[in-house]
């Protein structure tokens, strides 16, 4: 290039110099030919510079280097706006979970850090032992760990886990303290992160929410519990925003430009009270230290909504023990509420009782010997199992079974029903199926199998496995009159973005058993906790230390309460089960009151090395349940001052339709899984359409047994859905929007073409 424009530059003066030779012109006529010269070159010259003008703006590069976008960085920059996570509350708008900020401390060793008047900004060499005095003090870090990363050839370097996640009131005591020393380069780098204010509050329900170390930007993401299971609503969608700068690089206002508007994540307020939690919390506490036992788990549901109030385990723990949690022994990340099944023991019994009635297959009257052979298994009652003897009447009639909590009787009531009688109820009390509350990591448990000593085992809750929560969905319908509800855990979700709310509202999932049946079941409960001779509840002796007279161990308000205890065998990890003394699961259900259950209480301890009594369950239970019968007007209070707002549907062909339920529920709609298939065939509610919280949408799966569902109050619109998908003539009896009977009972299968029947009512 240079070569060439030397040429272009000499090559006219060269030209002049020889037609000046030649031509021997005069000074006047050379100064024309001259100017004529340099006129050309001139023009030559601007045409070549604006073809490269115009080459630069129509292009835009030199080389590797675009043009535009380095201009424009002069000028302007882009930023990403993080979204705010949105916040869990409790029913009431008390936070459990809330967005802020944590620091990193670091010293800096870079001596190229100068101020612009050359002061140091990096640690000196010499001040490394006050350091590592102020770090040690202050953090409690390592002092080798100190040393180590202070004697590096790092520029900057930190100090580990306890050098991390250090709150803005620490941090800010941290800069004083160290501008006190005049300790030079110490610096605080900041990273979003969770709080959880309430300390000890349903940890392992609730779940953390981390870092994402996925993203560039600081991103927070559920890792557990309702963070993880709910993150897609929580976190919403960062934006995007351009604006102009000055010469120095600082932002010029009114300059902000949106170039993707950031959307924030969505409010969940959960169905936990605080209140009712927080006491839960202080009496699992004092359970533990009372019992010693490996575990201990505990939940509060509203017998009319399904709402879980409060829920617990133990061990456990809290914001500032996370990172030693798992020392503790027999912790567990895992929600005992829903992420581990278990035998349950007795407390099965009640569901036994309930199918028995509902079926006329019990009389309560009768009378049975408690002794009883099953093939090669002997079935004993807990007295001559603890005692090697009878020390209660070896001839009791069913009711007195029921209330002493009897293998045999229960037995032999399964015995009379069948087998399989007893699976269809399993079934339609939905035990082997997940409740599919929107929970993470829900498991299904287990039906008990074919084997007939498993079958009858079961009767008594053994061989069969489940979860709290789908004990809890069972003693909705025993609590309230055979109607069957869901559990929930989110009273409402709120969007800030659009500033409307998806209220959550009771879910009926079916009526497995009949009114009269389950009002019966609470009349035995009642007796378990009243009958001096029978009752596994009652207390003969009271307790003097405690000032309480003898009587039923479960008192509310100073009323009985409607019980159901339990005692199971725990499996042994080397086959068969654990032969300890107190090798079992301790539980027991409680609902008050008796006639028109407000409240479903569940505890159960696993293995205590103490000597194993009801009245540690009992402290629990009682005050808890006495709580909340105060509070009663207070938890039924709705919020209805928000604007509504709609969840438009998805096309959920031939996705699987556990996780689609799953993800419905968690934007408060009610899903219905039609079928026992694997894929989702059709849905009753189109892709696109916008519908309203607790909008109940059928998904058909590729069940070619065509199971039936529970159709306990669907509409005529749901029952002619399903009548067109299964090919079925339906007929109508009654008044009434919603269906009461069907004909065609549940979990059973239909055939194409076949009559039913479904009687309607309100």
Do not use: C
Request: overall charge neutral; proline content about 4%; cysteine-free.
């Amino acid at each position: 290039m240079i070569k060439f424009f030397k040429k272009l530059f000499s090559f006219p003066f060269r030209k002049i110099s020889r037609n000046a030779k030649r031509t021997n012109l005069g000074p006047e006529r050379n100064r024309k030919h001259v100017g004529k010269s340099l006129f050309f070159l001139a023009i030559a010259l601007f045409t070549i510079f604006i073809f490269r003008f115009v080459w630069l703006i129509t292009v835009n590069h030199v080389g590797d280097t675009n043009l535009k976008v380095m201009a424009t960085s002069n000028y302007e920059s882009t930023i990403n706006v993080p979204a705010t996570r949105g916040t869990i509350y409790d029913r009431n708008g008390t936070p459990i979970a809330v967005d802020s900020s944590t620091y990193t401390i670091f010293v800096v060793l870079d001596k190229s850090q100068k101020d612009a008047n050359g002061n140091k900004l990096y640690a000196d060499s010499a001040e490394f032992s006050k350091i590592e005095d102020f770090l040690n003090k202050n953090l409690g870090i390592d002092r080798t760990l100190i040393d180590s990363q202070l004697h590096s050839k790092l520029k900057q370097v930190q100090f580990g886990s306890k050098g991390s996640n250090i709150s803005l009131q620490k941090m800010q005591a941290l800069r004083k303290s160290a501008d006190d020393e005049k300790l030079v380069g110490i610096g605080f780098s900041e990273q979003g992160s969770r709080s959880y204010p309430l300390g000890n509050f349903a940890s392992q329900f609730i779940g953390i929410a981390r870092p994402d170390d996925s993203t560039t930007s600081q991103t927070l993401k559920g890792d557990m519990g309702l963070e993880k299971a709910f993150n897609s609503i929580l976190s919403g969608k960062n934006g995007v925003e351009t604006y102009q700068k000055d010469i120095l690089g600082r932002p010029i206002p009114g300059t902000t430009k949106v170039i993707k508007p950031v959307k924030n994540g969505q409010d969940v307020y959960t169905t936990l009270s605080a209140p009712l939690q927080q006491t839960l919390e202080t009496r699992m506490d004092a359970a533990v230290q009372d019992t010693g036992a490996q575990t201990l788990e505990a939940t509060l549901v509203d017998a009319h909504t399904g709402e879980i109030l409060a829920t617990s385990q133990r061990p456990t723990y809290t914001p500032t023990t996370i990172n030693t949690a798992e020392k503790q022994k027999n912790f567990t990340w895992n929600s005992l509420l829903s992420q581990s099944a278990f035998e349950p023991g007795s407390v099965m019994k009640t569901f036994l009782m309930a199918s028995a009635l509902d079926s006329n297959k019990v009389d309560l009257n009768a009378t049975y010997q408690r002794k009883l052979q099953v093939y090669d298994a002997t079935i004993n009652d807990w007295d001559v199992t603890e005692n090697k003897s009878y020390t209660l009447p070896e001839v009791v009639n069913y009711a007195q079974g029921f209330a002493m909590s009897s293998n045999i009787g229960m037995s032999r009531i399964e015995m009379n029903m069948g087998n399989s009688l007893w699976d269809s109820y399993l079934n339609k009390f939905k035990f082997g199926l997940k409740t599919r509350a929107g929970l993470d990591g829900e498991v299904p448990g287990s039906l008990p199998s074919a084997n007939l000593v498993s079958q009858i085992q079961s009767a008594f809750g053994q061989g069969i496995a489940v979860t709290p929560i789908q004990l809890i969905r069972g003693w909705t319908a025993i609590a309230g009159n055979g109607t069957m509800l869901e559990p929930h855990i989110v009273n409402k979700i709120y969007d800030p973005n659009t500033k409307t709310t998806l209220q959550s509202e009771k879910e009926i999932i079916g009526h497995p058993v009949s009114n009269a049946s389950v009002t019966k079941v609470r009349d035995l409960m009642v007796d378990v906790n009243t009958d001096p001779v029978y009752g596994t509840s009652y207390s003969t002796t009271g307790d003097p230390d405690e000032n309480i007279s003898p009587g039923p161990l479960f008192m509310v308000n100073g009323q009985p309460a409607a019980v159901k205890t339990g005692t199971a065998q725990i499996a042994s990890t080397t086959g068969g089960y654990m032969d300890g003394s107190q090798d079992y699961l301790y539980s027991a259900v409680v609902m008050y009151p008796p006639k028109n259950p407000d409240f479903i209480f569940y505890m159960n301890v696993k293995i205590p090395s103490e000597p194993w009594t009801l009245k540690y369950i009992a402290r629990v239970a009682n005050p808890l349940l006495t709580q909340a019968e105060s509070k009663k007007s207070e938890l039924n209070t709705v919020d209805n001052t928000d604007k509504a707002g709609k969840v438009t549907l998805s096309d959920y062909k031939g996705a699987d339709p556990g996780e689609t339920s799953d993800s419905l529920r968690r934007t408060v709609l009610n899903p219905v899984i039609v079928g026992s298939g694997t894929k989702i065939t059709a849905q009753s509610i189109a892709a696109g359409e916008k519908v309203s919280a607790n909008t109940r949408v059928l998904l058909l799966t590729d069940d070619k047994n065509q199971s039936m569902p529970d159709m306990y109050d669907w509409s005529k619109d749901e029952v002619e859905q399903l009548a067109k998908w299964y090919d079925l003539k339906v007929t109508y009896e009654g008044s009434g929007n919603h269906v009461q009977t069907q004909s065609i009972g549940a979990v059973t299968s239909a055939k194409k073409g076949q009559s039913l029947t479904v009687k309607m009512g309100t």
